[in-house]
Protein backbone atom coordinates (compact mmCIF):
# COMPACT_ATOMS: atom_id res chain seq x y z
CA UNK A 1 0.00 0.00 0.00
CA UNK A 2 1.42 3.25 -1.06
CA UNK A 3 0.86 6.92 -1.78
CA UNK A 4 1.17 8.93 -4.95
CA UNK A 5 1.46 11.99 -6.68
CA UNK A 6 2.19 13.76 -9.63
CA UNK A 7 1.69 16.57 -12.21
CA UNK A 8 1.69 17.61 -15.67
CA UNK A 9 2.75 21.34 -16.50
CA UNK A 10 5.17 23.35 -18.07
CA UNK A 11 7.33 23.79 -14.97
CA UNK A 12 11.34 23.91 -15.49
CA UNK A 13 12.77 20.18 -14.06
CA UNK A 14 14.51 22.09 -10.71
CA UNK A 15 10.84 23.39 -10.00
CA UNK A 16 9.27 20.12 -11.04
CA UNK A 17 11.12 18.41 -8.43
CA UNK A 18 10.75 20.58 -5.29
CA UNK A 19 6.88 20.87 -5.53
CA UNK A 20 6.65 16.64 -6.56
CA UNK A 21 8.45 15.99 -3.04
CA UNK A 22 6.68 18.12 -1.13
CA UNK A 23 3.36 16.91 -2.39
CA UNK A 24 4.35 13.18 -2.01
CA UNK A 25 5.53 14.66 1.99
CA UNK A 26 1.88 15.81 2.40
CA UNK A 27 0.90 12.21 2.34
CA UNK A 28 4.24 10.26 3.47
CA UNK A 29 2.26 8.68 6.58
CA UNK A 30 0.77 6.72 3.38
CA UNK A 31 4.12 5.13 2.31
CA UNK A 32 6.60 5.56 5.52
CA UNK A 33 9.01 2.97 4.01
CA UNK A 34 10.59 4.73 1.15
CA UNK A 35 10.29 7.83 -1.47
CA UNK A 36 10.95 7.32 -4.98
CA UNK A 37 10.30 10.46 -7.96
CA UNK A 38 10.46 10.65 -11.63
CA UNK A 39 10.48 13.93 -13.58
CA UNK A 40 11.02 15.63 -16.88
CA UNK A 41 10.65 18.63 -18.89
CA UNK A 42 6.90 17.29 -19.44
CA UNK A 43 5.97 15.18 -16.42
CA UNK A 44 6.78 14.56 -12.32
CA UNK A 45 5.44 11.66 -10.62
CA UNK A 46 6.28 10.92 -7.09
CA UNK A 47 5.64 7.78 -4.64
CA UNK A 48 5.61 6.72 -0.75
CA UNK A 49 6.23 3.40 -0.44
CA UNK A 50 4.74 0.55 2.63
CA UNK A 51 6.44 -2.32 1.42
CA UNK A 52 4.52 -5.31 1.71
CA UNK A 53 5.97 -7.43 -1.35
CA UNK A 54 9.04 -8.04 -2.44
CA UNK A 55 10.95 -6.01 -0.03
CA UNK A 56 14.33 -5.57 -1.54
CA UNK A 57 12.93 -4.78 -5.09
CA UNK A 58 9.63 -3.17 -5.12
CA UNK A 59 10.55 0.26 -5.31
CA UNK A 60 9.03 3.30 -7.29
CA UNK A 61 8.41 4.45 -9.65
CA UNK A 62 9.40 1.38 -11.36
CA UNK A 63 10.37 1.28 -15.41
CA UNK A 64 10.56 -1.17 -18.29
CA UNK A 65 13.70 -2.57 -20.01
CA UNK A 66 13.87 0.52 -22.40
CA UNK A 67 12.51 3.57 -19.36
CA UNK A 68 10.24 4.40 -21.66
CA UNK A 69 7.27 3.33 -19.08
CA UNK A 70 7.23 4.47 -15.64
CA UNK A 71 4.37 3.91 -13.26
CA UNK A 72 3.93 4.80 -9.74
CA UNK A 73 0.90 2.12 -8.54
CA UNK A 74 -1.23 2.08 -4.75
CA UNK A 75 -2.66 -1.26 -4.17
CA UNK A 76 -1.77 -5.07 -4.41
CA UNK A 77 -2.37 -7.50 -7.67
CA UNK A 78 -3.71 -10.59 -6.42
CA UNK A 79 -3.46 -12.20 -9.17
CA UNK A 80 -0.22 -10.99 -10.11
CA UNK A 81 1.75 -14.17 -10.43
CA UNK A 82 -0.67 -15.59 -12.96
CA UNK A 83 -0.70 -12.74 -15.44
CA UNK A 84 3.42 -12.42 -14.67
CA UNK A 85 3.65 -16.10 -15.80
CA UNK A 86 1.59 -15.42 -19.33
CA UNK A 87 3.83 -12.24 -19.75
CA UNK A 88 7.28 -13.14 -18.93
CA UNK A 89 7.39 -15.43 -22.22
CA UNK A 90 7.78 -11.70 -24.27
CA UNK A 91 9.20 -9.85 -21.25
CA UNK A 92 12.03 -9.67 -19.03
CA UNK A 93 11.14 -9.35 -15.36
CA UNK A 94 13.59 -7.64 -12.77
CA UNK A 95 11.91 -8.00 -9.61
CA UNK A 96 8.84 -10.15 -7.75
CA UNK A 97 6.46 -7.40 -6.95
CA UNK A 98 3.09 -6.72 -8.67
CA UNK A 99 4.07 -3.38 -9.82
CA UNK A 100 6.27 -4.78 -12.48
CA UNK A 101 3.20 -6.94 -14.00
CA UNK A 102 1.35 -3.67 -14.32
CA UNK A 103 4.72 -1.99 -16.60
CA UNK A 104 4.95 -4.92 -18.82
CA UNK A 105 0.74 -5.30 -18.98
CA UNK A 106 0.46 -2.08 -19.94
CA UNK A 107 3.15 -2.96 -22.61
CA UNK A 108 1.29 -5.69 -24.10
CA UNK A 109 -2.72 -5.19 -23.63
CA UNK A 110 -2.63 -1.22 -22.91
CA UNK A 111 -5.88 0.10 -21.78
CA UNK A 112 -7.10 -2.73 -20.85
CA UNK A 113 -5.12 -3.76 -18.62
CA UNK A 114 -7.41 -2.91 -15.80
CA UNK A 115 -9.82 -5.56 -17.29
CA UNK A 116 -7.13 -8.23 -16.16
CA UNK A 117 -6.95 -7.46 -12.81
CA UNK A 118 -7.87 -8.86 -9.56
CA UNK A 119 -7.39 -6.74 -6.83
CA UNK A 120 -7.64 -3.11 -5.71
CA UNK A 121 -5.08 -0.06 -7.40
CA UNK A 122 -4.88 2.99 -8.11
CA UNK A 123 -2.05 3.46 -10.47
CA UNK A 124 -0.71 5.98 -12.89
CA UNK A 125 1.74 5.41 -16.25
CA UNK A 126 3.74 7.95 -18.14
CA UNK A 127 3.97 6.52 -21.55
CA UNK A 128 6.97 9.01 -23.12
CA UNK A 129 6.73 7.44 -26.69
CA UNK A 130 3.34 9.28 -27.24
CA UNK A 131 3.71 11.35 -24.04
CA UNK A 132 0.24 10.53 -22.29
CA UNK A 133 -0.33 10.11 -18.68
CA UNK A 134 -2.72 6.80 -18.49
CA UNK A 135 -4.54 6.27 -15.25
CA UNK A 136 -6.82 3.73 -13.21
CA UNK A 137 -8.77 2.48 -10.57
CA UNK A 138 -10.27 -0.55 -9.55
CA UNK A 139 -13.62 -1.91 -9.89
CA UNK A 140 -15.17 -1.45 -6.95
CA UNK A 141 -13.03 2.08 -5.56
CA UNK A 142 -11.20 0.72 -2.84
CA UNK A 143 -8.26 2.48 -3.83
CA UNK A 144 -8.30 6.38 -3.90
CA UNK A 145 -7.51 8.75 -7.21
CA UNK A 146 -8.18 12.29 -7.17
CA UNK A 147 -7.28 14.88 -9.99
CA UNK A 148 -7.85 18.37 -10.96
CA UNK A 149 -7.03 20.62 -14.03
CA UNK A 150 -6.80 24.14 -14.78
CA UNK A 151 -5.15 26.38 -17.53
CA UNK A 152 -1.57 25.78 -15.93
CA UNK A 153 -1.65 22.03 -15.00
CA UNK A 154 -3.03 18.30 -14.58
CA UNK A 155 -2.60 16.76 -11.08
CA UNK A 156 -3.34 13.87 -9.63
CA UNK A 157 -2.79 12.12 -5.91
CA UNK A 158 -3.83 9.39 -3.38
CA UNK A 159 -5.51 12.50 -1.15
CA UNK A 160 -6.38 16.31 -1.78
CA UNK A 161 -3.82 17.10 0.77
CA UNK A 162 -1.64 16.59 -1.60
CA UNK A 163 -2.64 19.31 -3.90
CA UNK A 164 -2.33 21.57 -0.95
CA UNK A 165 1.81 21.77 -2.14
CA UNK A 166 0.98 22.62 -5.29
CA UNK A 167 1.29 26.57 -6.09
CA UNK A 168 -0.98 27.06 -9.21
CA UNK A 169 -3.61 24.88 -7.39
CA UNK A 170 -6.83 27.16 -6.35
CA UNK A 171 -8.23 25.93 -3.08
CA UNK A 172 -12.10 26.76 -2.84
CA UNK A 173 -15.00 25.71 -1.10
CA UNK A 174 -17.80 23.94 -3.35
CA UNK A 175 -20.62 25.23 -1.25
CA UNK A 176 -23.29 23.33 -4.06
CA UNK A 177 -22.25 20.25 -2.22
CA UNK A 178 -23.42 21.05 1.19
CA UNK A 179 -27.27 20.11 0.62
CA UNK A 180 -26.43 16.87 -1.00
CA UNK A 181 -23.83 15.98 2.40
CA UNK A 182 -26.48 16.88 4.70
CA UNK A 183 -28.58 14.07 2.98
CA UNK A 184 -26.21 11.27 2.31
CA UNK A 185 -23.73 12.70 5.28
CA UNK A 186 -20.84 12.21 2.99
CA UNK A 187 -19.61 13.56 -0.39
CA UNK A 188 -22.39 11.37 -2.96
CA UNK A 189 -20.69 13.17 -6.20
CA UNK A 190 -17.56 12.66 -8.43
CA UNK A 191 -16.76 16.58 -7.73
CA UNK A 192 -15.52 16.86 -4.45
CA UNK A 193 -15.58 19.92 -1.86
CA UNK A 194 -12.52 21.36 -3.13
CA UNK A 195 -13.93 22.98 -6.05
CA UNK A 196 -12.75 21.85 -9.68
CA UNK A 197 -11.39 18.53 -7.52
CA UNK A 198 -12.59 14.94 -8.66
CA UNK A 199 -12.60 11.53 -7.90
CA UNK A 200 -11.94 9.37 -10.57
CA UNK A 201 -14.98 6.61 -10.49
CA UNK A 202 -14.21 3.32 -10.00
CA UNK A 203 -13.85 0.76 -12.83
CA UNK A 204 -12.95 3.78 -14.89
CA UNK A 205 -9.54 5.10 -16.89
CA UNK A 206 -8.39 8.60 -17.41
CA UNK A 207 -6.20 9.27 -20.07
CA UNK A 208 -4.70 13.09 -20.03
CA UNK A 209 -2.81 13.63 -23.27
CA UNK A 210 -2.19 17.47 -25.48
CA UNK A 211 -3.94 19.08 -22.69
CA UNK A 212 -7.40 16.78 -22.22
CA UNK A 213 -8.94 14.78 -20.48
CA UNK A 214 -10.65 11.18 -21.71
CA UNK A 215 -12.37 9.18 -18.90
CA UNK A 216 -13.78 5.25 -19.92
CA UNK A 217 -15.45 2.85 -18.08
CA UNK A 218 -13.74 -0.57 -18.10
CA UNK A 219 -16.10 -2.29 -15.39
CA UNK A 220 -19.63 -1.88 -14.58
CA UNK A 221 -21.54 -3.26 -11.73
CA UNK A 222 -24.60 -5.18 -13.05
CA UNK A 223 -26.98 -7.31 -11.28
CA UNK A 224 -28.06 -11.00 -12.54
CA UNK A 225 -30.02 -13.27 -10.43
CA UNK A 226 -30.60 -16.82 -11.29
CA UNK A 227 -32.76 -19.28 -9.59
CA UNK A 228 -30.40 -22.25 -8.48
CA UNK A 229 -30.80 -25.14 -5.72
CA UNK A 230 -30.13 -23.06 -2.48
CA UNK A 231 -27.14 -25.61 -1.21
CA UNK A 232 -25.13 -25.11 -4.80
CA UNK A 233 -25.19 -21.73 -4.36
CA UNK A 234 -24.17 -21.59 -0.70
CA UNK A 235 -21.39 -23.96 -1.59
CA UNK A 236 -20.28 -21.87 -4.31
CA UNK A 237 -19.77 -18.72 -1.69
CA UNK A 238 -17.88 -20.99 0.63
CA UNK A 239 -15.19 -22.13 -2.24
CA UNK A 240 -15.10 -18.00 -3.64
CA UNK A 241 -14.93 -16.51 -0.19
CA UNK A 242 -12.05 -18.98 0.77
CA UNK A 243 -10.35 -18.50 -2.75
CA UNK A 244 -10.27 -14.42 -2.17
CA UNK A 245 -9.24 -15.26 1.51
CA UNK A 246 -6.04 -16.77 0.28
CA UNK A 247 -5.36 -14.23 -2.44
CA UNK A 248 -5.91 -11.51 0.41
CA UNK A 249 -3.52 -12.91 2.38
CA UNK A 250 -0.67 -12.97 0.14
CA UNK A 251 2.32 -10.56 1.71
CA UNK A 252 5.88 -10.97 2.64
CA UNK A 253 4.65 -9.52 5.53
CA UNK A 254 2.62 -10.81 8.94
CA UNK A 255 -1.55 -10.49 8.01
CA UNK A 256 -3.89 -9.33 10.92
CA UNK A 257 -7.21 -9.23 10.79
CA UNK A 258 -10.47 -6.52 12.20
CA UNK A 259 -12.43 -8.44 14.41
CA UNK A 260 -16.08 -7.04 15.16
CA UNK A 261 -18.77 -9.22 17.03
CA UNK A 262 -20.35 -10.13 13.39
CA UNK A 263 -20.26 -12.33 11.06
CA UNK A 264 -18.82 -10.10 8.19
CA UNK A 265 -15.15 -9.90 9.86
CA UNK A 266 -16.05 -13.55 11.99
CA UNK A 267 -16.43 -15.37 8.65
CA UNK A 268 -13.07 -13.61 7.24
CA UNK A 269 -11.10 -14.58 10.48
CA UNK A 270 -12.59 -17.87 10.91
CA UNK A 271 -10.95 -18.54 6.48
CA UNK A 272 -8.19 -16.61 7.56
CA UNK A 273 -6.86 -18.01 11.37
CA UNK A 274 -4.34 -15.24 11.40
CA UNK A 275 -2.14 -14.95 14.38
CA UNK A 276 -3.96 -11.79 15.41
CA UNK A 277 -6.70 -10.19 15.57
CA UNK A 278 -7.82 -6.44 17.16
CA UNK A 279 -11.19 -5.28 18.20
CA UNK A 280 -11.98 -1.67 20.04
CA UNK A 281 -15.05 -1.33 22.31
CA UNK A 282 -16.33 0.62 24.84
CA UNK A 283 -17.35 0.47 28.74
CA UNK A 284 -21.11 0.46 27.94
CA UNK A 285 -21.65 -3.26 27.41
CA UNK A 286 -24.33 -1.52 24.55
CA UNK A 287 -21.70 -0.57 22.42
CA UNK A 288 -18.98 -2.50 23.24
CA UNK A 289 -18.10 -5.89 21.47
CA UNK A 290 -14.30 -7.07 22.59
CA UNK A 291 -16.34 -10.17 25.08
CA UNK A 292 -17.86 -11.27 21.28
CA UNK A 293 -14.35 -10.87 19.81
CA UNK A 294 -12.48 -12.89 22.37
CA UNK A 295 -14.84 -15.73 22.49
CA UNK A 296 -14.16 -16.41 18.96
CA UNK A 297 -10.44 -15.85 18.91
CA UNK A 298 -10.27 -18.24 21.79
CA UNK A 299 -12.34 -20.95 20.10
CA UNK A 300 -10.19 -20.06 16.87
CA UNK A 301 -7.03 -20.53 19.31
CA UNK A 302 -5.35 -17.14 17.91
CA UNK A 303 -4.94 -14.10 19.67
CA UNK A 304 -7.07 -11.07 19.88
CA UNK A 305 -5.89 -7.78 20.91
CA UNK A 306 -8.60 -5.39 22.22
CA UNK A 307 -8.91 -1.83 23.70
CA UNK A 308 -11.96 0.03 25.18
CA UNK A 309 -12.11 3.83 23.83
CA UNK A 310 -12.88 6.50 26.56
CA UNK A 311 -15.11 9.59 25.39
CA UNK A 312 -12.30 11.89 26.04
CA UNK A 313 -10.07 9.69 23.65
CA UNK A 314 -12.79 10.04 21.31
CA UNK A 315 -12.88 13.23 21.07
CA UNK A 316 -9.22 14.45 21.11
CA UNK A 317 -8.47 12.48 18.47
CA UNK A 318 -11.18 14.13 16.06
CA UNK A 319 -9.32 16.76 14.21
CA UNK A 320 -6.56 14.64 12.92
CA UNK A 321 -9.40 11.94 11.60
CA UNK A 322 -10.92 15.13 10.18
CA UNK A 323 -7.40 16.12 8.57
CA UNK A 324 -6.99 12.61 7.48
CA UNK A 325 -10.30 12.04 5.71
CA UNK A 326 -9.97 15.17 3.35
CA UNK A 327 -13.42 16.06 3.21
CA UNK A 328 -16.40 15.97 5.53
CA UNK A 329 -18.05 12.95 6.77
CA UNK A 330 -20.23 12.15 9.72
CA UNK A 331 -19.93 8.92 9.84
CA UNK A 332 -18.62 8.33 13.31
CA UNK A 333 -17.37 4.96 12.78
CA UNK A 334 -14.65 6.43 11.15
CA UNK A 335 -13.15 7.13 15.03
CA UNK A 336 -13.20 3.94 15.68
CA UNK A 337 -12.02 2.89 12.83
CA UNK A 338 -8.90 4.40 13.26
CA UNK A 339 -8.20 3.44 17.05
CA UNK A 340 -8.15 0.03 16.02
CA UNK A 341 -6.22 0.38 13.23
CA UNK A 342 -3.77 2.39 15.53
CA UNK A 343 -4.16 -0.90 17.96
CA UNK A 344 -3.00 -3.21 15.27
CA UNK A 345 -0.43 -1.03 13.14
CA UNK A 346 1.85 -1.96 16.70
CA UNK A 347 2.05 -5.58 15.46
CA UNK A 348 1.81 -5.94 11.42
CA UNK A 349 1.72 -4.06 8.35
CA UNK A 350 -1.52 -5.76 6.53
CA UNK A 351 -5.18 -6.08 8.61
CA UNK A 352 -8.00 -7.87 6.90
CA UNK A 353 -11.58 -6.17 7.15
CA UNK A 354 -15.19 -7.40 6.41
CA UNK A 355 -16.49 -4.26 4.13
CA UNK A 356 -18.75 -5.00 1.72
CA UNK A 357 -20.55 -8.08 2.98
CA UNK A 358 -23.83 -6.43 3.72
CA UNK A 359 -24.03 -4.24 0.52
CA UNK A 360 -23.41 -7.61 -2.06
CA UNK A 361 -25.35 -9.97 -0.18
CA UNK A 362 -28.20 -8.37 1.56
CA UNK A 363 -27.50 -7.78 5.24
CA UNK A 364 -29.38 -4.40 6.01
CA UNK A 365 -31.73 -4.34 7.73
CA UNK A 366 -34.01 -2.08 5.59
CA UNK A 367 -34.40 -4.56 2.80
CA UNK A 368 -36.44 -6.58 5.41
CA UNK A 369 -39.15 -3.43 4.46
CA UNK A 370 -39.32 -4.96 0.97
CA UNK A 371 -40.49 -8.53 2.51
CA UNK A 372 -42.28 -7.13 5.53
CA UNK A 373 -44.50 -4.22 3.63
CA UNK A 374 -45.67 -6.04 0.60
CA UNK A 375 -49.54 -6.63 2.21
CA UNK A 376 -48.68 -2.82 1.94
CA UNK A 377 -47.94 -2.30 -1.05
CA UNK A 378 -50.70 -3.90 -2.60
CA UNK A 379 -52.45 -0.84 -1.71
CA UNK A 380 -52.93 1.19 -5.09
CA UNK A 381 -49.95 3.47 -5.64
CA UNK A 382 -52.38 6.71 -6.27
CA UNK A 383 -53.85 6.08 -2.89
CA UNK A 384 -50.66 5.21 -1.03
CA UNK A 385 -49.18 8.49 -2.31
CA UNK A 386 -52.24 10.32 -1.51
CA UNK A 387 -51.72 9.09 1.68
CA UNK A 388 -48.17 10.15 1.98
CA UNK A 389 -48.87 13.55 0.98
CA UNK A 390 -51.66 14.03 3.41
CA UNK A 391 -49.53 12.51 6.35
CA UNK A 392 -46.42 14.22 5.56
CA UNK A 393 -48.07 17.86 6.24
CA UNK A 394 -49.25 16.57 9.75
CA UNK A 395 -46.81 16.63 13.11
CA UNK A 396 -45.09 13.62 13.80
CA UNK A 397 -46.16 10.72 15.76
CA UNK A 398 -46.01 7.01 15.55
CA UNK A 399 -46.73 5.56 12.16
CA UNK A 400 -46.75 8.53 10.09
CA UNK A 401 -42.73 8.04 8.84
CA UNK A 402 -44.21 4.74 7.52
CA UNK A 403 -47.08 5.85 5.59
CA UNK A 404 -44.93 8.79 3.94
CA UNK A 405 -42.15 6.56 2.93
CA UNK A 406 -44.52 3.67 1.79
CA UNK A 407 -45.81 6.35 -0.89
CA UNK A 408 -43.04 7.58 -1.88
CA UNK A 409 -41.32 5.37 -5.49
CA UNK A 410 -38.02 4.17 -4.46
CA UNK A 411 -36.90 5.76 -7.12
CA UNK A 412 -37.89 9.28 -5.58
CA UNK A 413 -37.19 8.29 -2.11
CA UNK A 414 -34.15 6.39 -1.27
CA UNK A 415 -30.50 7.22 -1.29
CA UNK A 416 -29.44 4.72 1.26
CA UNK A 417 -29.40 3.11 4.26
CA UNK A 418 -27.80 6.51 6.24
CA UNK A 419 -30.35 9.06 4.94
CA UNK A 420 -29.86 12.05 7.63
CA UNK A 421 -31.67 15.10 6.05
CA UNK A 422 -34.95 14.98 3.57
CA UNK A 423 -34.37 17.94 1.01
CA UNK A 424 -37.38 19.32 2.50
CA UNK A 425 -36.07 19.81 6.45
CA UNK A 426 -32.42 21.18 4.02
CA UNK A 427 -34.77 23.92 3.28
CA UNK A 428 -34.86 24.80 6.51
CA UNK A 429 -31.48 24.29 7.71
CA UNK A 430 -29.57 25.69 5.28
CA UNK A 431 -28.49 29.51 4.21
CA UNK A 432 -26.90 28.34 1.04
CA UNK A 433 -28.04 27.61 -2.30
CA UNK A 434 -29.64 24.22 -2.19
CA UNK A 435 -29.92 22.96 -6.13
CA UNK A 436 -28.88 19.75 -6.21
CA UNK A 437 -31.38 17.23 -5.46
CA UNK A 438 -30.98 13.44 -4.26
CA UNK A 439 -33.25 12.43 -7.46
CA UNK A 440 -30.44 13.54 -9.89
CA UNK A 441 -27.64 11.71 -8.08
CA UNK A 442 -29.33 8.33 -7.97
CA UNK A 443 -31.26 8.25 -11.18
CA UNK A 444 -28.54 6.90 -13.16
CA UNK A 445 -27.84 3.92 -10.44
CA UNK A 446 -31.74 3.39 -10.40
CA UNK A 447 -31.66 3.24 -14.43
CA UNK A 448 -29.42 0.51 -13.95
CA UNK A 449 -31.26 -1.59 -12.44
CA UNK A 450 -34.65 -0.99 -13.62
CA UNK A 451 -35.62 -4.07 -14.27
CA UNK A 452 -34.67 -6.00 -10.72
CA UNK A 453 -36.15 -6.19 -7.55
CA UNK A 454 -36.12 -3.82 -4.78
CA UNK A 455 -33.94 -5.39 -2.70
CA UNK A 456 -31.46 -5.13 -5.38
CA UNK A 457 -32.38 -1.71 -6.18
CA UNK A 458 -31.45 -0.89 -2.96
CA UNK A 459 -28.42 -2.79 -3.08
CA UNK A 460 -26.98 -0.85 -5.90
CA UNK A 461 -27.92 2.52 -4.23
CA UNK A 462 -26.08 1.64 -1.44
CA UNK A 463 -22.84 0.22 -3.40
CA UNK A 464 -22.10 3.59 -5.25
CA UNK A 465 -23.23 5.66 -2.81
CA UNK A 466 -22.58 4.17 0.80
CA UNK A 467 -19.98 1.48 0.20
CA UNK A 468 -17.71 3.56 -2.47
CA UNK A 469 -18.25 6.75 -0.93
CA UNK A 470 -17.94 6.07 2.80
CA UNK A 471 -16.94 3.17 4.10
CA UNK A 472 -14.50 2.55 1.70
CA UNK A 473 -13.56 6.35 2.05
CA UNK A 474 -13.53 5.91 5.59
CA UNK A 475 -11.15 2.26 5.28
CA UNK A 476 -8.51 3.66 3.44
CA UNK A 477 -7.87 6.73 5.24
CA UNK A 478 -7.83 5.59 8.99
CA UNK A 479 -5.56 2.13 7.72
CA UNK A 480 -3.12 4.51 5.96
CA UNK A 481 -3.28 7.24 8.57
CA UNK A 482 -1.76 5.03 11.06
CA UNK A 483 0.88 2.97 8.00
CA UNK A 484 -0.98 0.21 7.73
CA UNK A 485 -2.85 -1.75 4.49
CA UNK A 486 -6.51 -2.63 4.89
CA UNK A 487 -7.98 -5.56 2.65
CA UNK A 488 -11.04 -6.29 1.98
CA UNK A 489 -11.97 -9.83 0.85
CA UNK A 490 -15.71 -9.58 0.39
CA UNK A 491 -14.85 -6.45 -2.23
CA UNK A 492 -13.32 -8.95 -4.94
CA UNK A 493 -14.66 -9.07 -8.45
CA UNK A 494 -15.44 -12.66 -8.41
CA UNK A 495 -16.95 -12.37 -4.67
CA UNK A 496 -19.07 -9.85 -6.50
CA UNK A 497 -19.72 -12.13 -9.56
CA UNK A 498 -21.22 -14.82 -7.16
CA UNK A 499 -23.19 -12.43 -5.51
CA UNK A 500 -24.97 -10.96 -8.52
CA UNK A 501 -26.56 -14.03 -9.11
CA UNK A 502 -28.39 -14.36 -5.61
CA UNK A 503 -32.23 -14.28 -6.45
CA UNK A 504 -34.15 -11.77 -3.21
CA UNK A 505 -34.74 -15.16 -1.13
CA UNK A 506 -31.11 -16.16 -1.15
CA UNK A 507 -30.08 -12.65 0.52
CA UNK A 508 -33.21 -11.39 2.27
CA UNK A 509 -36.09 -13.24 4.35
CA UNK A 510 -38.44 -12.40 7.15
CA UNK A 511 -36.74 -13.86 9.47
CA UNK A 512 -33.15 -13.07 8.24
CA UNK A 513 -30.56 -10.94 6.24
CA UNK A 514 -27.48 -12.26 4.17
CA UNK A 515 -29.08 -15.32 4.30
CA UNK A 516 -26.81 -17.59 1.72
CA UNK A 517 -23.87 -15.74 3.15
CA UNK A 518 -24.62 -16.79 6.63
CA UNK A 519 -25.20 -20.60 5.86
CA UNK A 520 -21.45 -20.04 4.00
CA UNK A 521 -20.35 -18.95 7.44
CA UNK A 522 -21.96 -21.17 9.45
CA UNK A 523 -19.33 -23.86 7.88
CA UNK A 524 -16.34 -22.51 9.61
CA UNK A 525 -17.40 -19.98 12.12
CA UNK A 526 -16.95 -22.23 15.31
CA UNK A 527 -19.31 -20.04 17.80
CA UNK A 528 -22.78 -18.01 16.82
CA UNK A 529 -21.26 -15.10 15.48
CA UNK A 530 -23.04 -16.29 12.18
CA UNK A 531 -26.60 -15.76 13.61
CA UNK A 532 -25.81 -12.63 15.06
CA UNK A 533 -26.65 -9.23 13.61
CA UNK A 534 -23.70 -6.77 12.99
CA UNK A 535 -23.19 -3.72 15.02
CA UNK A 536 -19.99 -2.87 13.08
CA UNK A 537 -18.23 -0.44 15.73
CA UNK A 538 -21.17 0.87 17.23
CA UNK A 539 -20.55 4.82 19.02
CA UNK A 540 -22.43 5.87 21.88
CA UNK A 541 -22.23 9.12 20.54
CA UNK A 542 -26.36 9.56 20.85
CA UNK A 543 -25.44 9.36 24.81
CA UNK A 544 -22.64 11.84 24.82
CA UNK A 545 -24.32 14.46 23.01
CA UNK A 546 -26.83 14.84 26.01
CA UNK A 547 -23.60 15.37 28.25
CA UNK A 548 -22.36 18.70 29.74
CA UNK A 549 -19.16 19.14 28.28
CA UNK A 550 -20.28 17.33 24.31
CA UNK A 551 -23.10 19.44 24.71
CA UNK A 552 -21.53 22.57 25.23
CA UNK A 553 -18.92 22.15 22.64
CA UNK A 554 -21.03 21.64 20.44
CA UNK A 555 -23.14 24.36 21.10
CA UNK A 556 -20.68 27.04 21.23
CA UNK A 557 -19.32 25.88 17.49
CA UNK A 558 -23.12 26.40 16.27
CA UNK A 559 -22.46 29.74 17.59
CA UNK A 560 -20.05 30.94 15.91
CA UNK A 561 -20.38 33.87 13.54
CA UNK A 562 -18.79 32.32 10.35
CA UNK A 563 -22.03 29.70 10.87
CA UNK A 564 -24.55 31.57 10.05
CA UNK A 565 -22.97 31.77 6.36
CA UNK A 566 -23.95 27.92 5.83
CA UNK A 567 -26.55 27.42 8.36
CA UNK A 568 -29.94 28.72 9.94
CA UNK A 569 -28.42 28.76 13.21
CA UNK A 570 -31.95 29.74 15.48
CA UNK A 571 -32.77 26.10 13.58
CA UNK A 572 -29.97 24.39 14.39
CA UNK A 573 -29.49 25.23 17.79
CA UNK A 574 -33.18 23.88 18.20
CA UNK A 575 -31.79 20.29 16.62
CA UNK A 576 -29.69 19.99 19.40
CA UNK A 577 -31.99 21.45 22.62
CA UNK A 578 -34.16 18.51 21.00
CA UNK A 579 -32.01 15.92 21.29
CA UNK A 580 -30.49 17.33 24.69
CA UNK A 581 -33.70 17.11 26.01
CA UNK A 582 -34.96 13.40 24.85
CA UNK A 583 -37.77 15.38 23.04
CA UNK A 584 -36.56 14.30 19.67
CA UNK A 585 -33.68 11.78 18.75
CA UNK A 586 -31.81 14.76 16.44
CA UNK A 587 -27.87 13.06 16.91
CA UNK A 588 -26.96 11.99 13.52
CA UNK A 589 -28.73 15.57 12.43
CA UNK A 590 -26.57 17.32 14.96
CA UNK A 591 -23.42 15.23 14.18
CA UNK A 592 -23.78 15.91 10.69
CA UNK A 593 -23.44 19.70 10.92
CA UNK A 594 -21.01 19.60 13.37
CA UNK A 595 -18.74 17.57 11.51
CA UNK A 596 -18.59 19.70 8.73
CA UNK A 597 -18.35 22.60 10.61
CA UNK A 598 -15.19 21.23 12.16
CA UNK A 599 -13.60 20.55 8.90
CA UNK A 600 -14.60 24.06 7.19
CA UNK A 601 -12.52 25.19 10.57
CA UNK A 602 -9.78 23.17 9.43
CA UNK A 603 -9.18 23.16 6.09
CA UNK A 604 -9.94 27.02 5.37
CA UNK A 605 -10.13 28.96 8.89
CA UNK A 606 -6.82 27.01 9.88
CA UNK A 607 -5.17 26.47 6.42
CA UNK A 608 -3.64 23.27 7.62
Known amino acids: MCGIVGFVDKRNKEEKQRFIKKMADRIKHRGPDGEGYYVDDKVALGHRRLSIIDLSLGSQPMYNETEDIVIVFNGEIYNYIELKNELKEKHTFKTNSDTEVLVHGYEEWGKSL ?37 EDAFLFASEIKAFLEYPLFHKELNKELIGPYLSFSFTPTAETFFKGVYRLDPGCTLTYQNGKIEIERYYQIEFNPEKRDFDSVVEEISQTMQESVTYHMLSDVEVGSFLSSGIDSSYIVSLARPDKTYTVGYDNPKYDETLYAKDLAEKLGIKNISKKITKDEYFAILPKIIYHMDEPSSDPASIMLYFVSNLASKDVKVVLSGE ?152 VTKENTKVALREAAKKVIPNEAYKKKKLGFPVPLREWLREDDVYLEVKSTFQKEYVRGFFNQKYILKLLDLHRKKKKDTYKKVWTIYSFLKWYELFFLNEV
Open 114 to 150: PKKLRGMFAFAIWDKRTEMLFCARDNFGIKPFYYYQN
Open 356 to 507: GADEFFGGYNTYHDELDLKWYNKVPYPIRHLASLVFSLLPEFRGRNFIVRRGLKLENDYIGVNKVFSEKERKKVLNTKDSIQNKELTKPIFAMVQNQDAVTKKQAIDIYFWLIKDILQKADRMTMANSIEGRVPFIDKEVFRVASRLTESDK
